[in-house]
Nanobody, 123 residues
Framework: QVQLVESGGGLVQAGDSLRLSCAAS??????????MGWFRQAPGKEREFVAA???????YYTDSVKGRFTISGDNAKNTVDLQMNSLKPDDTAVYYC???????????????WGPGTQVTVSS
């Protein structure tokens, strides 16, 4: 069982930066690979993949955030962060932290989800 909690959402203006953090609590210790990542869901749209990182440092981003967002992870702390720069109104969404076992992040198929944190970018 894995529990995820996000933090760091808020209201910013276009061009601003925001950093999201996710803390994972896991029962037991696994020697295998895993991935943590971020998805987002805008009003009236389906949830979409944003970025992911595996335990061993493999990264994957959706095209629309490449060059603007950076995902990073701390295995010792079981945390994953998403640094979002040059934010656009189209980035407005609820952002969800996600966790999956295994190293497949293209695409990532989460088994566990956080409750989400709202990011609103005004023009």
């Amino acid at each position: 069982q894995v529990q995820l909690v996000e933090s760091g959402g808020g209201l910013v203006q276009a061009g601003d930066s925001l950093r999201l953090s996710c803390a994972a609590s896991r029962r037991g210790v696994s020697a295998g690979n895993y991935a943590m990542g971020w998805f987002r869901q805008a009003p009236g749209k389906e949830r979409e993949f944003v970025a992911a990182i595996t335990r061993y440092g493999a990264l994957y981003y959706t095209d629309s955030v490449k060059g603007r967002f950076t995902i990073s992870g701390d295995n010792a702390k079981n945390t994953v962060d998403l640094q979002m720069n040059s934010l656009k109104p189209d980035d407005t969404a609820v952002y969800y932290c996600a966790f999956s076992w295994g190293g497949n992040i293209t695409p990532m198929t989460p088994l566990y989800w956080g409750p989400g944190t709202q990011v609103t970018v005004s023009s």
